[in-house]
Nanobody, 129 residues
Framework: LELVDSGGGLVQPGGSLTLSCVAS???????????LGWYRQAPGKEREGVSC????????SFADSVKGRFTISRDNAKRTINLQMNTLRPEDTAIYSC????????????????????WGQGTQVTVSS
C-alpha cells in the first residue's frame, strides 16, 4: 500500500487547510480494514498522533490539541482520506503524514507509531502571519 499526502502550504493564523491522502497499490487486506489518520512532527518535537478514523464504524478520535478544530473523513471507494483543519494556530506548524494501521480501533486515540503499517511521505503545513 502506498500513501501520498497533499494539501499542505502556508496559511495565516485562524485560517484553514484541507489535507488529502490517496492510497494506491494492492495490500494483503482491503483499505476498509485499516484505521487511517495523520501524525505530525514539528521541528525539535516528538511525533504526535493527530487524528484517527476507524475501519469498522468510521468513528474518529483526535489529539486534545486539535479537538474541535480538525475533522477527518474517509472514502474507501475513492481510497482517500481528508483532514479538514480549521482555526489554525502557529503551533500547528509541522510536517503531516497520513498513515494506515491494520485492524486497530481509534477509540483510544491515534495508534502508537509502532503499530502503523504504512506511512505517507508527509506534507508541510506552516501557520504564520
Amino acid at each position: 500500500l502506498e500513501l501520498v499526502d497533499s494539501g499542505g502550504g502556508l496559511v495565516q493564523p485562524g485560517g484553514s487547510l484541507t489535507l488529502s491522502c490517496v492510497a494506491s497499490g494492492s495490500p494483503k487486506f482491503p483499505l476498509d480494514k485499516y484505521a487511517l489518520g495523520w501524525y505530525r512532527q514539528a521541528p525539535g518535537k516528538e511525533r504526535e498522533g493527530v487524528s484517527c478514523i476507524s475501519a469498522s464504524d468510521g468513528s474518529t478520535s483526535f489529539a486534545d490539541s486539535v479537538k474541535g478544530r480538525f475533522t477527518i473523513s474517509r472514502d474507501n471507494a475513492k481510497r482517500t482520506i481528508n483532514l479538514q483543519m480549521n482555526t489554525l494556530r502557529p503551533e500547528d506548524t509541522a510536517i503531516y503524514s497520513c498513515y494506515a494501521s491494520l485492524g486497530l480501533s481509534c477509540r483510544g486515540g491515534p495508534p502508537p507509531a509502532g503499530y502503523i503499517d504504512y506511512w505517507g511521505q508527509g506534507t508541510q503545513v506552516t501557520v504564520s502571519s
